[in-house]
């Protein structure tokens, strides 16, 4: 069944209503995705009914799992300790530990003491980890069969594990002291004789990743080598856990609003629903830096006020040589950046890259400088129109053409220092590109039109 305005806006008359038992026959055939979509229309009061009607038909841990962090935590706030762990209870480890994230620390020592002890200790194992590293990520249930068994022998022992196992499509092939010997798909495990080894069925040296390995790390593996689940081992080559695929898209989309978020010099805490006191102290230590730049470029400027006083048309071209710089700048700075999060760039060096960036930015420079350079020869009562059209073309080139090194340069050089690659590059970039551009603009026109 499809949500629709309509039926939204039907549940949410029956939440403040209170009639909860047609609210739950409303929302009963729903998926909780649909469900989780409920919750952005509603105010707190309606919330906290909602979830008391997903408590009762046992769907709660499901639907709020769909929740952005934002919602997610402002409903969580609405519960007490003991409604808490019993969502947590239901869910695996590791999903467990993103919901405990979303709540503050004073809490979680009396939610976590509420918890059955197997799932406690097996989230407090987890809690050693750092945030961004696999062991963080992983979870502590797969399916395991050992080294010596037959297929009929495995078969019967995956079945009598978990059926809330996180990544059913891979049994893992385990011996001494529960180091990794191998890797089995699910479906060659069930199709092959019965009598078959194990030893026979697995495949040997399975791509793996340490515990304390980033995360990130974790993702590219999965995504260079087309896994749905990455083992996470010790350093004696112990099987702890295993990333299945959900967590790893979920990875990936983390790093990748991380990167997005960075490049525009933005916390990643900053979100929809982050209230304005917190967003405006993670913005403003950014307005200073933009206001530094824009000073930079403006002191340019006036350098050059015989040249915009003698020749004033030449001002309508500023914004558009820089402009295009920046635009220039900044593909090339996705494309690296991108680049560098996908590994492509370990099949090619960054000053090839860099080199390539610069050459296609002369080339789009000259392209557009030509059309702009037209535009100025015939602009209606301008004097020496063909040298302005020579000025512009000159700037357009070289200032698109030096944004394709600086686009591809700036995130190299963060990376090679030990910063992040797409911390603050963007405006890192623009500061560059303004304040060139207005320079070679005004500096040519006031060598070769004055």
């Not at 020592?109 to 992983?138: H, K, T, V």
């Not at 011996?175 to 040997?204: F, K, N, S, W, Y």
């Amino acid at each position: 069944m499809r949500l629709t305005h309509t039926h939204v806006e039907y549940i949410r008359k029956l939440l403040a209503s209170g009639a909860t038992s047609r609210a739950g026959l409303a929302i009963g055939k729903l998926h909780p995705a649909d469900i989780a979509e409920i919750f952005g229309s509603l105010t707190r009061s309606e919330s906290a009914t909602l979830v008391s009607v997903l408590f009762k038909q046992k769907k709660v841990g499901d639907v709020l799992a769909e929740l952005p962090e934002g919602i997610l935590q402002d409903v969580l706030e609405t519960l007490n300790d003991q409604r808490i762990a019993s969502i947590l209870e239901a869910l695996d480890s590791s999903e467990a530990l993103q919901f405990l994230a979303t709540i503050p620390e004073d809490r979680h020592e009396a939610i976590l003491a509420l918890l059955p002890p197997p799932q406690r200790s097996a989230i407090e194992r987890l809690l050693i980890y750092p945030e961004d590293s696999a062991g963080y990520c992983m979870t502590t249930s797969f399916m395991s069969v050992d080294v010596s068994m037959t297929a009929r022998e495995a078969v019967d022992t995956i079945r009598r594990q978990s059926e809330d196992v996180e990544a059913p499509l891979y049994v893992y092939v385990l011996e001494e002291a529960g180091r990794l010997a191998g890797v089995i798909p699910l479906r060659r495990m069930v199709t092959c004789p019965q009598d078959t080894p194990v030893r026979d069925l697995m495949l040997t040296d399975p791509f793996t990743v340490n515990e304390n390995t980033d995360r990130e790390v974790a993702a590219s593996v999965a995504r260079r080598y087309n896994l749905m689940a990455v083992p996470v081992v010790n350093d004696s080559h112990r099987l702890v856990g295993v990333i299945p695929g959900d967590s790893l898209f979920d990875v990936m989309e983390k790093e990748a609003t991380e990167d997005m978020y960075r490049m525009a010099g933005l916390s990643e805490a900053d979100r929809v629903f982050t209230p304005v006191r917190i967003a405006f102290r993670q913005r403003f230590p950014w307005v200073w830096i933009n206001l530094f730049t824009a000073s930079v470029a403006a002191f340019v400027v006036s350098r050059f006020e015989g040249v915009i006083s003698n020749m004033a048309i030449i001002a309508a071209f500023m914004p558009l040589v820089a402009g295009m710089g920046g635009n220039a700048g900044n593909q090339s700075l996705i494309v690296i950046t991108r680049g560098m999060a996908l590994g492509e760039l370990e099949f090619s060096s960054g000053l090839r890259a860099v080199l390539k960036e610069a050459a296609l930015g002369t080339m789009l420079g000259l392209v557009a400088g030509m059309v702009a350079g037209c535009i100025a020869l015939v602009y209606p009562g301008v004097e020496k129109a063909h040298l302005l059209g020579l000025v512009v073309l000159m700037a357009m080139v070289a200032n698109m053409g030096l944004a394709g090194v600086l686009g591809a340069a700036i995130p190299l050089m963060l990376r090679a220092i030990g910063r992040d690659p797409a911390l603050g590059s963007n405006i890192l970039l623009t500061a560059f590109t303004d304040s060139v551009g207005y320079l070679l603009l005004l500096g040519l026109g006031m060598l070769i039109i004055l």
